[in-house]
């Protein structure tokens, strides 16, 4: 098509428009820590939104579309959210710290979480990730296997904690 027959106000339009964010087909499973953060994104996102809105003719327009966006988001997260509390278990189960070690006697201690929590630094390991599947419906003592990008890891369950 030749430009000359392209609406250039809507194709600028269309450019800025922020790309959704992507929901998991997975279930939303949180803890009640991983729900009052998500309610608290919610919460900040909505007051930083009134807040370029209050700005009026001074609002940073792309700001505000990628702020409704991700309100859009964390709105639909928290309206799937299914809380998972953490009770005493002989299996591993979502919001549970979990020890174990690998085959070199590493020891690494995690919690299981919903994603929106997950924050591998923190330990906050999210139930779907490869380490979180191998670890889910474990015992104590169980060998189960890690599959790793890098390759398969056995590991052996060593605690299992509500805290």
Do not use: C
């Not at 278990?89 to 979502?94: F, L």
């Not at 296997?145 to 904690?161: C, Q, S, Y």
């Amino acid at each position: 098509m030749s430009r000359a027959f392209v609406n250039e106000d809507n194709a600028a339009a269309q450019a800025d428009q922020p790309v959704e964010r992507q929901v998991s087909a997975q279930p939303n499973y949180v803890t009640p820590t991983g729900l009052a953060q998500l309610q608290a994104r919610v919460a900040d996102l909505q007051a930083l939104r009134s807040q370029q809105a209050a700005r009026g003719d001074l609002a940073d327009k792309q700001r505000i579309a990628d702020l409704e966006r991700d309100l859009r988001y964390f709105k639909q997260r928290l309206q799937s959210a299914q809380i998972v509390a953490p009770t005493s278990s002989d299996q591993v189960r979502i919001g549970h710290w979990v020890t174990f070690v690998d085959e070199q006697d590493h020891e690494q201690r995690v919690q299981l979480v919903g994603e929106d929590q997950a924050d591998a630094a923190s330990g906050l390991i999210n139930w779907g990730s490869p380490l979180g599947r191998a670890l889910l419906g474990a015992k104590v003592g169980d060998e189960v296997i890690w599959k790793r990008p890098v390759g398969d890891l056995a590991i052996e369950v060593v605690t299992i904690d509500l805290q």
